[in-house]
């Protein structure tokens, strides 16, 4: 699964998201447009909590994911209902 997150504040949902899928056992990546350096706030500390691997975003690699984005969708809303519920 490939999740793509931003230096903007909103964007740091992509980053809590990758983090509660991975813990649920989904493999996931992901991907950041901009620079690490940009990040502030929220965004920065959600990054920071996501430990792993943050790629550079790439249109190739992104466009490749894109096949399964529907059936992806579907599984980062369940989970992140569930995440919603359970805190």
Do not use: H, K
């Amino acid at each position: 699964m490939l999740v793509v997150a931003g230096p903007a504040q909103q964007w740091r949902d992509g980053f809590i998201a990758a983090r509660v899928l991975a813990e649920r056992g989904y493999q996931v990546r992901v991907m950041l447009l901009g620079e690490a350096g940009a990040l502030r706030g929220d965004a920065a500390e959600a990054a920071r909590l996501w430990r792993r691997s943050i790629e550079p975003a790439a249109p190739d690699a992104i466009a490749g994911a894109a096949s399964s984005s529907t059936r992806c969708s579907e599984r980062v809303s369940t989970a992140w209902s569930r995440d919603a519920r359970e805190n």
